[in-house]
C-alpha cells in the first residue's frame, strides 16, 4: 500500500507564499472591466442585456455584486482579475471558455475584457446497428422474421395474402452520457425495393415493452403509441435512398433511464386497400438502420469548468502557488478529456489525483494558519467531488438499465411492468441524490443513496433463490455495488475533511516543532491517515475489496492512537471531537463493507 507522507518543504513554501499575500497591494489606481458573451463566435445578445450570473475577484479578494448581466463595464482598482462563471446565459447553450484569459491584469488608466464563450455546437453520436430488428407479417402470425435480410412495411392491401407488415428496430443508448441535453434524434432506415406504386406514408411510432429480435410475431407483438412520433410521405419506388423519421421527443427520460428506445414503421393508413409495399434493409442485409442523437455535454463537464475557474480564482490570491496550482488545474483538464474519450478509469484517476494535491495544499495552509486559503481549496474539492459522485452515480443508473430488459421474464413472480416501476423508482432516487449532491446537501444524499441500497437488496432477496434469473440478479448486484460505491465516496471524503478540520483546530500544530515533524509529528500523522482514506477509495475504484478494507482499519486505529494522545491537552477539544467524526466516518464505511 503507497503511503503519502506531507513533505515539510511544501509546508514552508505554501506559508511563505500565502504570508506574502495576505495583504494585498493597492496604489488606488482604477480600470475598467467589460464583461461580454458571445453566443457561437457572436455577440450575445445582439441587443440590449442578457441574464448571466458570474463573479469578478480582484486585489481585494471578495467579489464585487452587480454580476448578473452582460455587456457590463465595472470600475475597479488596478491589479489581478478574476471572472468565473456561476450560472445563465443563452438557453441550450454551454460555456466553453472564457478569453483572452479567465485571470487578467487590469491596468492603472485601462481597461481589460473578459468574454464569456457559449457553444451550442453540439456532440453527434451514430448508434449502429440496432440491437434488434424485425418485421412481423400478419398473414404469417406465428412467424418470427428476425433474422431476415429485409423489413417489409404495408397496409392490409387488395389481396388476402398481402396484408399488414411491419417493422421493428430496438436501439440501446449506453452511448448517451446520462445528463446529456438531448437536442435530436434522427431514426434512419434504409429503402431498397417496393412492390405497388405512387406516394405513400410511412411512420415510426414508440414501442416502450420489451421484444425479443428471434421471438416477435405478428401475434405476441407489442402495442405501439396510438400515434407517429414523426411520418414522411415518399415515392416508395425512389429507390435506393435512405429514409428519416424526426423521433427527438422519444429520447426522453424513460428512454435514456432504460438504456433503451424503440420503434415500429408502420404505414399511415394500414387499412388501405392498395399494393403500398416498402422493402427495407435489415443489418442482416447489409446496410443497418441506425440513430443519430444529438446533445450537450451533461454536468460533470460544467463541474470541472467550475472547478478550473475556482482554481484561476485562488490564482489571482495566492500567486506563490500558481505553480502547484497550475498543476491541479491540468489534471482536471485531463480528467475533462477523458471523459470525452470515455476513458473513465483515467478520469477517475487524474480527479483523485487533483483531490490529493488539494489536500496537500489545504494541510499547507492549516499550518500557516490560512482559513481564508483553505476555504478557496475547498471550493475547487467541492466541485471535484461532485465530479466524482457524478461519475458514480451514472454508472449506477447505467448498471440498472439491463435489469429494464432482462426482467422480461417475470421473475420471481412478480409482472415484468412491476419491477420496472420498482427499478424507476431507484433511478429516479439516484438522481435525486445526485441533485442533493450539487446543492450541497450531502446529509440528505447519505438518506437518499441509503433507501436506494435497501430498495435494490429487497429486489435481490426477491430473487435469491429462482432458477434461470441470474442475468437480472447480476444486474441488481452491479448496480448495488455502484450505489455502495457513492456511499464509500460520500463517507470517505467527509472523513478526510473532518481530519482536515482537525489540522484547523489543533493550535499546537503551529508552535510545537514536534507536531510539525513530517513522519512521526501531529501534522504528519494526519495526514498519512488522509492518505490511507484515500488509498481505500481508490482500491474501492479497482474492486479490491479486501485491500481497501485492511486501509481502512489501519486509518481507523491510527485515529483512536491520535485521540488518546489528545485526550486531557489544552484546547484540544475540538480537535478531538474532529477525529471523532473522522473515525465514525470510517467505522461505518466499514461496517458497510461488512453489511454488503
Known amino acids: 500500500m503507497k503511503k503519502r507522507f506531507f513533505p515539510i518543504c511544501l509546508v514552508s513554501v505554501v506559508l511563505i507564499a500565502l504570508i506574502a499575500v495576505l495583504v494585498p497591494s493597492c496604489d488606488g489606481t482604477k480600470g475598467t472591466i467589460e464583461v461580454k458573451v458571445t453566443l457561437d463566435d457572436a455577440d450575445w445578445p445582439s441587443s440590449g442585456t442578457g441574464a448571466v450570473n458570474y463573479t469578478l475577484t480582484g486585489p481585494g479578494g471578495s467579489p464585487i455584486s452587480g454580476t448578473t448581466s452582460v455587456p457590463k463595464s465595472f470600475s475597479v482598482d488596478a491589479g489581478n482579475w478574476t471572472c468565473a462563471y456561476v450560472s445563465g446565459g443563452p438557453a441550450g447553450a454551454y460555456l466553453e471558455s472564457i478569453t483572452p484569459s479567465a485571470t487578467q491584469s487590469v491596468p492603472g488608466g485601462g481597461n481589460i475584457t473578459f468574454t464569456l464563450n457559449f457553444k451550442t455546437t453540439p456532440i453527434t453520436i451514430r448508434i449502429e446497428p440496432p440491437e434488434k430488428d424485425a418485421e412481423v407479417r400478419e398473414y404469417y402470425p406465428d412467424t418470427n422474421f428476425g433474422g431476415a435480410s429485409e423489413m417489409w412495411v404495408a397496409p392490409s392491401g387488395p389481396n388476402p395474402d398481402s396484408r399488414k407488415h411491419r417493422a421493428f428496430v430496438w436501439f440501446s443508448l449506453a452511448s448517451l452520457p446520462t445528463g446529456a441535453q438531448v437536442q435530436s434524434a434522427t431514426l434512419y432506415l434504409y429503402h431498397i425495393g417496393c412492390y405497388g406504386g405512387g406516394t405513400h406514408t410511412n411512420g415510426a411510432y414508440r414501442v416502450t415493452d420489451v421484444w425479443e429480435e428471434m421471438l416477435i410475431t405478428s401475434n405476441n407483438q407489442f402495442p405501439s403509441a396510438p400515434g407517429p412520433t414523426y411520418d414522411i410521405s415518399f415515392d416508395i419506388c425512389d429507390v435506393p435512398k435512405w429514409r428519416s423519421w424526426d423521433v427527438t421527443p422519444d429520447i426522453d427520460a424513460l428512454a435514456i433511464e432504460t438504456g433503451w428506445v424503440s420503434w415500429v414503421i408502420k404505414h399511415i393508413d394500414e387499412d388501405a386497400q392498395e399494393q403500398a409495399t416498402v422493402v427495407y434493409a435489415t443489418k442482416e442485409g447489409g446496410i443497418a438502420p441506425y440513430l443519430e442523437i444529438t446533445y450537450l455535454p451533461g454536468r460533470e463537464k460544467a463541474l470541472g469548468q467550475g472547478a478550473i475557474a475556482a482554481l484561476e480564482q485562488a490564482k489571482t490570491k495566492w500567486p506563490g502557488l500558481t505553480e502547484e496550482l497550475d498543476k491541479i488545474k491540468g489534471k482536471i483538464d485531463a480528467a475533462l478529456k477523458a471523459i470525452i474519450a470515455g476513458n473513465k478509469t483515467l478520469a477517475m484517476e487524474k480527479k483523485r489525483d487533483a483531490l490529493g494535491e488539494l489536500d496537500d495544499l489545504i494541510t499547507g495552509a492549516a499550518v500557516a494558519g490560512v482559513p481564508e486559503a483553505i476555504k478557496d481549496y475547498e471550493t475547487v474539492k467541492a466541485n471535484i467531488e461532485k465530479m466524482i459522485e457524478e461519475e458514480l452515480g451514472t454508472a449506477a443508473i447505467d ?8 426482467c422480461n421474464v417475470g421473475v420471481g413472480g412478480l409482472v415484468p411492468s412491476t419491477i420496472r416501476r420498482e427499478l424507476g423508482n431507484i433511478t429516479t432516487k439516484i438522481e435525486v441524490a445526485l441533485n442533493a449532491i450539487n446543492a450541497g446537501k450531502k446529509t440528505k444524499a447519505l438518506e437518499i443513496k441509503k433507501e436506494a441500497v435497501k430498495e435494490i437488496k429487497t429486489l435481490i432477496d426477491a430473487v435469491k433463490e429462482k432458477q434461470g434469473v441470474e442475468k437480472y440478479r447480476n444486474d441488481l448486484e452491479k448496480a448495488r455495488a455502484n450505489v455502495e460505491k457513492m456511499l464509500e465516496e460520500e463517507l470517505g471524503r467527509a472523513a478526510i475533511d473532518n481530519l482536515n478540520q482537525a489540522q484547523i483546530d489543533a493550535p499546537w500544530i503551529r508552535i510545537e ?39 481502512k482499519r489501519d486509518a481507523l486505529d491510527e485515529i483512536k492512537a491520535l485521540i488518546a494522545a489528545a485526550e486531557g491537552k489544552q484546547g484540544a477539544e475540538n480537535y478531538i471531537e474532529d477525529l ?4 465514525a466516518n470510517i467505522q461505518e464505511m466499514i461496517n458497510r463493507e461488512g453489511a454488503a
Not at 399 to 406: E, W
Not at 580 to 583: D, G, T
Open 513 to 551: 516543532p514536534e507536531a510539525m515533524k513530517p513522519d512521526s509529528g501531529t501534522i504528519g500523522e494526519l495526514h498519512k491517515i488522509t492518505g490511507k482514506i484515500d488509498d481505500a477509495l481508490k482500491a474501492i475504484d479497482a474492486g479490491n475489496k479486501d485491500e481497501a478494507l485492511e486501509i
Open 580 to 583: 471523532e467524526n473522522a473515525k
Open 399 to 406: 448498471a440498472l438499465k439491463p435489469a429494464y430488459t432482462d
